[in-house]
């Protein structure tokens, strides 16, 4: 028996759901479908993406419509024209067979004209986006005065959208002894004045906690430099052969730039943002329904219209700026009971953000570490050797085998199987053979250089070697960014150099004892912007800071004194900047993304101000070739 029968549908819709091949409702459909059908009452439901919220309005509204009345009946708002359209069509599936029901879809980027013309035929249903129900209104196109359901759904997408003003108006124009249906994710204060305008004592469900995450979505973050974000993307997706992806971006630019990569690099990819025309919409999401297409590259605005239930993994290249975003983005995935994976791909200065949005879906992170080129040809060789495995046989082929067995008859059979996957193989491992391991430090060491978790106070460095080098903040670095300039510029592991401290015009820095030669060596020999970089070893026992020579260059910390200039080539790379060597390996190629924003610097000049570490070095008087009033632009890092 399909459990649908117990929830008082009638036959006509029975029959829709058994061609749907739906079988057993989800939990959001058995609390609302029994409570809408039993009478006309307002409803708030606090359900997540992907768990069937449009089936639970559905079925009830197409079931109280009165399909001989030809006037308007119900209003369904949604924030997007993709879900416009998509909830559009689910009702004319579920509307099969009920005979004289008509919906009609209103969304911007099409004729409001023709919109106009199939309500006037009749149309018991509008679907509607605000932003054009609101102009049809204003024009007089539509009339919903006397409407008898109101159902709003993702509410809390349209108002993060800013929609509130459109959606307040329209109400405004329905009558008040309608029935309003709202359906939601989370439920921030807006849509709760939302509810509390235009609502009556409404009856509240909630699958799961408030704006929790899916318990069939896991998540996951990998910690890298900004400059490598592009890179870790195509590193994430070769280790997941099969991936069949969304991946967030923040902006139009940066979503077109991300696909355009791809598909340069060899990936099956497409855009899906607000610039493209509804047909390029269209077009992209009938590929990528097909799996023509395997990494969608979206907005979090266009994504809204996805309704894909066999998406593997959501990748997050970018976090949103509204932490409750990320709870849309991850229910892309892990959809009608499919287990899913949400990546967060995330730099150091916005590793915080993985806490709030725990405390927001109620989930922990698992940290992963970028696969290494090695890891990822092992799992490609194996994924190929299933791949061969599991192909089906079409014995068209044995009318070719005589002449494929006369050009292989020489080889044994290791030899074909060596050769064979040796087609895919060689073209990973002669490409990430080239590539360095761009895997950040771990999300711990990394709070432990923001202070959290910190070594102990005091001038003890533990054998570390600590260093004074003049550039600091007023040459636009900050911890992070100098680090990471230093571990590029000596060629060093992501550990390697620690305890960065960084002052307006200089900086101290901690290596292990066996990089000192190195680093006096090449530090000594590189220039800022026409600027000479002077670095020395600084000692935390009072005894002054030695040049690369080991001569002292000051009596103690309070001994101040020009630092030395010396000429030499420094470019270093731009901060959110990559473009890899290109070359005849697959999927190469380079991506140069926007310039991430600076974390909080961690103070300015202070002569007193200990070290990060509790060390009491104090400012050396600037040398003359920083005295120069103007501020130097941040150095440009090719």
């Known amino acids: 028996m399909n459990k649908f029968e117990q929830l008082g549908l009638n036959e006509s819709l029975l029959k829709a759901i058994i061609d749907l091949g739906f079988e057993n409702p989800s939990e959001v459909q058995e609390k609302a479908i029994p409570l809408l059908l039993e009478k006309d009452t307002d409803m708030v439901a606090l ?5 069937g919220k449009t089936a ?53 980027g099409a004729s409001i004209t023709e919109q106009a013309r199939e309500i006037k035929r009749g149309a018991q249903i509008i679907v509607a986006t605000p932003g054009r129900m609101q102009d049809m209104i204003n024009r007089g196109l539509v ?29 405004s124009d329905t009558p008040d002894e309608k029935s309003t249906w709202l359906f939601s994710a989370t439920m921030p204060q807006e849509v709760a004045r939302i509810a509390k305008q235009f609502m009556s004592e409404p009856l509240e469900i909630t699958v799961g906690a408030k704006n929790s995450g899916s318990a069939t979505v896991s998540h996951e973050f990998y910690l890298v430099n900004a400059r490598d974000r592009y890179e870790a993307l195509k ?17 139009k630019r940066d979503t077109q730039a991300v696909a355009e990569k791809l598909i340069e690099d060899g990936y099956s990819a497409a855009a899906l943002h607000g610039d493209l025309s509804q047909a390029q919409r269209d077009g992209v999401m009938k590929s990528f329904r097909g799996r023509q297409i395997q990494m969608l590259v979206a907005t979090d605005v266009a994504a809204r219209g996805i309704d894909v239930d066999n998406i593997t993994h959501v990748v997050n290249y970018q976090l949103p700026d509204e932490i409750e975003t990320y709870n849309h983005r991850s229910g892309r995935t892990g959809r009608a009971g499919r ?54 046989v079409d014995h068209e082929i044995d009318n ?47 709070r432990r250089d923001r202070g959290d978790d910190r070594e102990p106070r005091g001038n003890n460095n533990g054998g570390a070697t600590r260093y004074f080098v003049n550039i600091g903040s007023r040459d636009n670095f900050d911890w992070m960014s100098l680090k990471d300039y230093l571990k590029e510029t ?15 015009g200089f900086s101290f820095f901690n290596t292990d004892p066996e990089h000192t030669d190195k680093v006096m060596e090449i530090l000594n020999n590189v220039q800022l912007e026409g600027r000479r970089i002077n670095v020395e070893i600084s000692k935390n026992d009072g005894g002054g800071r030695r040049d690369h020579n080991g001569r002292n260059s000051g009596g103690g910390f309070g001994g101040r004194s020009s630092a030395p200039r010396r000429e030499g080539n420094f470019a270093p790379r731009k901060e959110g900047g990559f473009r890899s060597d290109r ?53 440009r890092r090719d």
Not at 241 to 247: K, L
Not at 492 to 503: E, I, N, P, Y
């Open 56 to 108: 639970a309005f559905g079925f009830p509204l197409i079931q109280k419509i009165d399909a001989d009345n030809r006037n308007t009946q119900a209003l369904v708002l949604s924030p997007t024209r993709e879900l416009c359209l998509q909830i559009t069509n689910e009702l004319k599936n579920y509307s099969k067979y009920e005979k004289g029901i008509n919906v009609v879809a209103v969304y911007g």
């Open 490 to 504: 000596l060629d060093l592991g992501r550990d390697d150099v620690f305890k960065v401290d960084v002052k307006e």
């Open 47 to 51: 359900a997540q993406t992907g768990t």
């Open 143 to 171: 009339n919903i005065k006397n409407i008898d359901y109101c159902v709003l759904d993702e509410a809390d997408e349209m108002l993060n959208m800013g929609f509130y003003e459109d959606i307040v108006s329209i109400l």
């Open 583 to 635: 070359g005849s390996a697959p999927r190469e190629g380079g991506f140069r993304s926007e310039r991430s924003s600076s974390p909080r610097r961690e103070g300015g000049f202070s002569s007193d101000r200990g070290s990060r570490d509790g060390s009491s070095e104090r400012a050396p008087r600037r040398s003359e070739s920083f005295g120069d009033s103007s501020r130097p632009r941040r150095p």
């Open 235 to 251: 590193r994430i997706a070769d280790a997941n052969p099969d991936i069949f992806s969304v991946v967030f971006c923040r902006t």
């Open 400 to 446: 070719y085998l005589p002449a494929i067995n006369n050009v292989l008859e020489d080889l044994s059979k290791e030899e074909l199987i060596k050769k064979m996957v040796s087609v895919e193989f060689n073209r990973f491992i002669n490409y990430y053979k080239k590539n360095r391991d761009i895997s950040s430090q771990s999300a711990g060491s990394e």
């Open 339 to 392: 287990l899913g994976t949400s990546i967060v791909i995330v730099t150091k200065s916005e590793i915080r953000k993985i806490s709030a949005i725990e405390r927001i879906i109620k989930q922990k992170f698992e940290e992963k570490s970028i696969p290494s080129g090695i890891e990822i040809c092992e799992i490609q060789l194996l994924h190929l050797a299933t791949k061969i495995k599991d192909t089906e």
